[in-house]
C-alpha cells in the first residue's frame, strides 16, 4: 500500500482538488492530512472525507516535522507527500507505484509540469536520468511530488530532518537516500504531478533561507555538473 501525506496550513483553496485528484487513484492507498493549525475552511473541506486519517502536526516542527508525523501514523510498505497546492498525475503516479512495488527499490522519480498560474504558462520538468549523481552534488534532479520511496529508507534515516531544514528538507532527504550503500533509485519517464508556482509557497515566500539552507548541505553545481544536467534531461 502506499501513503500519502498531504501537509496542510490554511489551504482551503487548494485542498479540496489535491483530495480529489489523489482518490482517483486505482491502486492501494490511504490518504493523511498533517494539519499545522489551520484557521480557514480546510478542516471543514478535510471533514467532508470520511476515507482521509487526520493528524494534527506541531506547528513549532515545520513542515517537514508535520510530514514526519504523518508517517508516523501511516500502514503503508511505501510513501510519498504531495503538498495541498500540488496535484498528481494519476497515470505518472500509478507507474511510479508498480515501479516501486515490483522491485527492491528504496526511490522511484518522474517528470512533472510547473503551472505558472499568474503567467499564464506551464512548464514540462523532465526528471532527470543519473539522479544519484546529482543527489550527491546537493542538485534536485526532479520535483519532490513526482516522488515515491519506501517505508524502509524512510525509517532507516530517521525521516525529514526539520530541526535542521524548514525549505529544502526534500533535498536532504533524497540526498541521504542517493549517499547510502546499497540503496537503488529507478527513474519512470512519465509525469506524474503538476507543481503550483504562484509566489505565495512555503519556498516562493523564504528565498533568502533556502539559500542558506543549501549552504549546509554539498552542493557543487559547477560547469560540468551543469552540463551534465542539461544532456541528463533530454530523454
Do not use: W
Not at 75 to 97: A, H, P, R
Not at 115 to 121: A, C, H, I, S
Amino acid at each position: 500500500m502506499l501513503s500519502i501525506v498531504t501537509p496542510v496550513r490554511n489551504g482551503g483553496k487548494f485542498i479540496r482538488k489535491n483530495i480529489e485528484e489523489i482518490q482517483k487513484l486505482n491502486i492501494p492507498i490511504e490518504h493523511i492530512i498533517s494539519d499545522g493549525g489551520s484557521k480557514d475552511d480546510t478542516l471543514k473541506i478535510v471533514s467532508e472525507y470520511p476515507h482521509l486519517k487526520l493528524v494534527h502536526q506541531s506547528v513549532e516542527k515545520g513542515m517537514y516535522g508535520g510530514i514526519n508525523e504523518g508517517f508516523a501514523v501511516a500502514q503503508g510498505k511505501y510513501f510519498s507527500y504531495v503538498n495541498c497546492d500540488d496535484l498528481i498525475e494519476v497515470s505518472g503516479f500509478t507507474k511510479m507505484y508498480n515501479k516501486i512495488s515490483s522491485g527492491d527499490l528504496d526511490l522511484v522519480y518522474s517528470n512533472s509540469i510547473q503551472n505558472y498560474v499568474n503567467e499564464g504558462r506551464k512548464e514540462f520538468i523532465r526528471g532527470a536520468r543519473f539522479a544519484r549523481y546529482f543527489l550527491k552534488k546537493g542538485v534536485m534532479p526532479f520535483v519532490q511530488p513526482s516522488s515515491i520511496f519506501s517505508r524502509r529508507i524512510f525509517e532507516k534515516l530517521e525521516g525529514f530532518n526539520s530541526q535542521k531544514f524548514r525549505i529544502i528538507g526534500d533535498m536532504d532527504f533524497f540526498r541521504r537516500i542517493a549517499t547510502t550503500p546499497g540503496t537503488k533509485i529507478a527513474r519512470v519517464n512519465d509525469t506524474s504531478s503538476v507543481f503550483l508556482k504562484y509566489g505565495e509557497s512555503l519556498g516562493d515566500l523564504n528565498n533568502d533561507l533556502y539559500y542558506e539552507e543549501l549552504k549546509q548541505i554539498d552542493y557543487k553545481l559547477d560547469i560540468k555538473t551543469k552540463i551534465l544536467f542539461k544532456i541528463a534531461k533530454l530523454t
